[in-house]
């Protein structure tokens, strides 16, 4: 019969493990590069695929072939081993040096495959570097920006990502590898493979071994990607994250809830079960604590202010807290179980070491959230926060991109607008220098992209920094523009799109309000919690626009504050 028991899986998987050892160096070297180069070969098919125009699930569904031929082959796979080595080294088959010896040779390894074929990629592509590389090129240089500029553009909060991310691919990756063992028939082990492989690469989520290939790729072929860029803002993350994921909820998790053990090795289920469960504490305080202390001003927290960074309201940061708080308690209770059986028990040093890293994870990770908690408690029922959430939500819809197309090349975005009863309105001087835009198109919160007509941006009146094109975007919802002037320290609501595809609020206070004498105009400079994104409506708690984003700095914004006939008398005659 083809299929293989889970116990019997797990006792294969340590027996591979094992043999992988006792790999020498030119083995690992020589398996470790041809894998690379082969998950190279399967990436860029994906490139061939979405150049075409094909949808993304179309390179999803056929990117699992890399991997089916490595594993097949038997070659070694830095990821796959990250979920292998743990589980012999916690059932006392293998030793730590060992398993770093393994690791580090195939990551060295992989990552030589995959440099090489990406310089042979690059120069196939471009004719030995004579042209751009055309339509798959264009892809490639994409999606590797996407990999690294995307991430450093929202600071630590994008670190975290590709780390999560990682942790989020190699959970199937690896699962994808333990079903290698599923079956013995060639048919079986392909279609276990194939599942959960494609399953990760449909989702974008980050896989270490590609983005060897797939970023330096980028990189040859012009995009403006530094080797900092790609290892601090995704090889360095997105490798741990993978690591977290193989060793612990793949490679632990199987090993204790299949209960394959080596006959002379006994490892207490409790020690195991704390360690597992510390880890996942470990992981949930680092982006807890990103996500409160890096990138959200302590002061809105006490306020009852806090930022939706994650889209979460202060309640669901409470649940999230309390979570990791009884969590970390029981999985201290489990180590102390663990302990006592380890002391009233002959078991080896390894259990010993998983109970006593188990407690003392889950101690470390019950701090952070538990000094934090009633904070939490109290701002999530803070009617003021709750106010702002609706008003963000109300806003989005007439939210709009502004978008330039200039010929033989891809539209690219050039700052926000919004729709109101008058048209669209947004900032003049984005559109300097665009009378050579073959299109000027807006996207609005569904990402539907309409032309607009062209005539409306030019010769204007430069004196305000505003610009009215009198058209109607259906759909789009028209906002709501007060007649009052923004007050001192009033708080406010602006938009920003740090990753090109989705907004999110951001705060801000008035700091200041200026009337000039001879225009009457009025600006509000708005210190701001995070850089301002130009073109963006300003908000009042009411849902309506006080003013127009057109200037930013650090820290702050300048906005042109708006009334009805301001509009009136900017709106031309034939207009709508």
Sequence with gaps: M????????????????????????????VTGVLSGVFLGFATSLVMVILAQGLPPIAGAIVFPVGF?????????????NFALMPQALANGQIRTVQLLRNWGWVYLANLLGSLLYATLFYLAITN????????????????????????????????????????????????????????????????????????????????CVVNMYLIPSGMLLGAPITVVDWWVWNQVPVTIGNIISGAVFTGLA??????????????????????????FLVLGVLVFSVTVWSETPRHQLEEGLMEPLTKFLPLYFAIFAGTLVVTGMVSVVF????????????????????????????ILAIIPPATK???????????????????????????????????GSSTYSVGLGFQTKYGI??????????????????????????????????????????????????????????????????????IKSPSGEEYLPVHGKIKTVYTEPKSNASYL????????????????????????????????????????????ALRPPSSP
């Design 525 to 568: 400079l708005i210190e701001a919690t995070k850089p301002v994104e130009i073109g963006s409506p300003v908000i009042n708690k009411k849902g309506e626009v006080l003013g127009l984003l057109v200037a930013s700095g650090i820290g702050e914004g300048l906005a042109l504050s708006i009334s009805n006939n301001l509009l009136e």
């Design 373 to 407: 908690l009633p904070v939490f408690v109290k701002s999530s029922v803070t009617r003021q926060n709750l106010e702002q959430v609706e008003v963000f939500k109300n806003v989005v819809p007439g939210i709009l991109k502004i978008l330039f197309e200039p010929q």
């Design 425 to 494: 309105i947004t900032v003049q001087h984005i559109f300097d220098g665009a009378e050579d835009v073959t299109q000027i198109k807006v996207a609005d919160a569904f990402r539907k992209v309409r032309a607009i007509n062209k005539k409306w941006l030019f010769d204007k009146d430069r004196r305000l920094d505003i610009a009215l094109i009198p058209e109607m975007i259906r759909g789009a919802q028209a906002l709501e523009i007060t007649d009052t002037v923004g007050k001192v320290g009033e708080s406010v609501l602006y």
């Design 128 to 207: 030995f570097g004579t042209d751009d590389g055309g339509a798959i090129g264009e892809q490639v240089r994409i999606i590797a920006k996407k990999k690294t500029l995307a991430y450093s553009a929202i600071g630590g909060l994008g670190w975290c990502t590709a780390m999560v991310k990682g942790i989020l691919c190699n959970w199937m990756v690896t699962i994808g590898t333990v079903l290698a063992f599923a079956s013995r028939s060639t048919g079986g082990k392909i279609a276990a493979m194939w599942l959960p492989i494609m399953i990760f690469f449909a989702h974008g989520y980050e896989h």
């Design 254 to 279: 199987l090993l204790f809830a299949l209960g394959a053990k080596k006959s002379e090795v006994s490892i207490s289920k409790f020690s195991l079960a704390s360690c597992i469960m510390g880890s």
């Design 68 to 80: 089916v031929i490595l594993v097949l082959l038997g070659l070694e796979l830095v990821t796959g």
């Design 335 to 362: 180590g102390s179980i663990g302990m006592m059986q380890i002391i009233s028990s002959n078991e080896h040093i390894r259990g010993k070491a998983l109970a006593i890293a188990g407690i003392i994870m889950s």
């Design 2 to 29: 083809d299929y293989v028991k889970p116990a019997d899986v797990i006792t294969e998987c340590l027996q591979v493990a094992e043999k992988k050892a006792s790999l020498s160096i030119p083995e690992m070297l």
